[in-house]
């Protein structure tokens, strides 16, 4: 018996029956040989990791544009905070933290530069339409690698439903789904607070009361929600107070952070940029780079100008707009 194979042995002994067995798995579209150190979903977890779409996510926005402030949450730290989350409900619940890592790295990949003003804009513009679950399995299935990252099937089930109206199938899938919840409403309170958007004392009261007047203790008590509620049960949930406080929390940052003059007083630029640069290589898709230029044969050129914008950093999207529009200064 190798290391694998006394994990996967270990896994059957040692999780809750509602646990999702790597031994189980519904397996990967290219069937691979086995590691014999890591399983399935350890080797899924370290492919995402390692991806170059992962490593880009240090310069997304999570909720404001291109922050300046070195504490602002980009989308990277947003995906920490999120698998942190995940892997302390999974542990707690006997649950497979390999597959709850995996799916929480790689839920956000598919996220555009400009946070979620890019996705408005490419589903505006793309025929097609966009959505950022959609995009993530595309990157692991398509893009990375020009070939995607070949990941199990419940990897891929977890990324696609991390949110949305769909549960995804395993309890894994789950739990990242709340934990994403947990991770934005608290981070991007405590980034509004940073930038003078909003104050502690605004926080509705009724609610705070409830959940915690400090971060750390409302992310507590929402992951002891979690885990007292869904303890020994095949569904994952909080309790229906802590539940509505949330919600509701989650409802005063629309109102007063997301559609906010000040945090998005930016979004007509980066706006403005996407449909500058989609238009661009709609008319000329011979200028994209080579790696995309060769999937014209094959795809259609929206769907590969889709693809490539929505790969790029917030950075990177300023530059190239700046490549392909700024006249530059004469001689250099």
């Known amino acids: 018996m190798n290391i694998r194979e006394d994990r996967e042995q270990q896994e059957l002994t040692m ?6 067995f790597s031994i189980q798995s519904k397996g990967r579209k ?17 492919r995402i990791l390692h ?3 992962f490593r880009r996510l240090k310069y997304k926005t ?47 990949l598919g996220h555009t530069p400009f946070g979620h003003t890019g996705e408005k804009v490419l589903n505006s513009i793309c025929s097609f339409g966009f959505n950022h679950n959609q995009q993530s399995l595309r990157v692991v299935e398509i893009i990375e690698n020009n070939v995607g990252l070949n990941l199990t099937w419940e990897v891929r089930d977890g990324i696609l439903h991390h949110s949305g109206k769909v549960s995804p199938e395993t309890l894994e899938g789950q739990v990242v789904h709340l934990s994403d919840r947990i991770a934005y409403i608290n981070h991007d309170i405590e980034d509004a607070i940073r930038a003078n958007l909003i104050t502690q004392e605004q926080l509705p009261k009724e609610h705070t009361s409830i959940l915690g007047e400090t971060k750390g203790k409302r992310i507590d008590n929402m992951i002891r929600s979690v885990i007292y509620e869904s303890y020994g049960k095949n569904v994952i949930k ?23 003059p000040r945090a998005k007083e930016e979004e007509g630029k980066a706006t403005f940029i996407i449909c500058s640069i989609f238009k661009y ?8 780079p080579p790696e995309f230029i060769k999937r014209l044969d ?24 700046q490549q392909l529009f700024v006249p530059k200064p004469w001689g250099v």
């Not at 999780?15 to 999702?20: D, G």
């Not at 980009?74 to 619940?93: C, K, M, P």
């Not at 390999?98 to 790689?106: K, R």
């Not at 693809?307 to 790029?312: E, F, K, L, N, P």
Request: proline fraction near 2%.
């Open 238 to 260: 909080m309790d229906d107070i802590i539940w509505n406080s949330t919600m509701k929390l989650r409802e005063f940052l629309f109102s007063n952070v997301y559609i906010s």
């Open 281 to 288: 290589f709609l008319e000329k898709p011979e200028k994209l």
């Open 30 to 46: 290219t069937p691979i040989s086995k590691c014999d150190i890591r399983t399935d979903f350890q080797r899924d977890r370290d």
């Open 298 to 321: 094959d795809e259609n050129s929206e769907r590969v100008i889709c693809d490539y914008i929505a790969g790029m950093t917030d950075r990177y999207a300023i530059r190239r707009f």
């Open 62 to 108: 999570q909720v404001f544009i291109s922050p300046e402030g070195d504490h602002y949450r980009t989308r990277l730290t947003h995906t920490l905070e999120v698998s942190q989350i995940a892997r302390t409900i999974s542990r707690a619940l006997k649950l497979n933290e390999d597959l709850t890592e995996a799916i929480a790295l790689g839920h956000d």
């Open 15 to 20: 999780l809750s029956k509602y646990a999702t």
């Open 51 to 53: 991806s170059k779409s």
